[in-house]
């Protein structure tokens, strides 16, 4: 039975800053209808025709996963990956991470398998950025 879209959810500290973490530092467009506050409710962003990503407060994440804990900033669980088409490209999106408010904690360079960087966001969820190495 496929599924679409997936989404994946992560719990966040703060609505306003993951919100222009998301839109301005990669580029993301949000979904739905805005709530009080301009920011649509639920905060979703589209990662591409088959992904979303939704961004929960972490009190309203303890909701969803019951007695399960929301695991403290800094220690990770899963790492999401984008793949992009060029060792610049990826150097550009790791850099408007950045300039967002990323934390970069590996530089993209070349690694024996390709070209990868990766940035943890506002709430410390780490994304790699990748790309074929060139040829």
């Known amino acids: 039975m496929p599924f679409a879209p997936v989404i994946i959810s992560l719990p966040i500290a703060d609505r306003p800053t993951s919100h222009r973490f998301y839109r301005d530092g990669l580029g993301l467009e949000t979904v739905g209808e805005l709530a ?7 905060l979703q962003f589209v990662v591409n025709d088959g992904l979303r990503l939704m961004l929960i407060p ?12 929301v695991a403290t ?8 990956s984008l793949s992009v088409a060029s060792p610049a490209e990826a150097d550009a999106i790791v850099e408007r991470a950045r ?12 690694q024996p398998w390709g070209y990868a960087g990766a940035f943890a966001d506002p709430d410390g969820h780490l994304w790699m950025v990748s790309a074929e190495p060139a040829s």
Not at 36 to 42: C, K, N, S, T, V
Not at 99 to 110: L, S, Y
């Open 73 to 80: 900033r800094g220690q990770s669980e899963c790492v999401l």
């Open 36 to 42: 009080d506050d301009g920011i649509p409710e639920p």
């Open 58 to 69: 972490t009190g309203g994440f303890g909701w969803v996963i019951g007695r399960h804990e």
């Open 99 to 110: 300039a967002a408010g990323a934390e970069v904690v590996t530089e993209p360079a070349a």
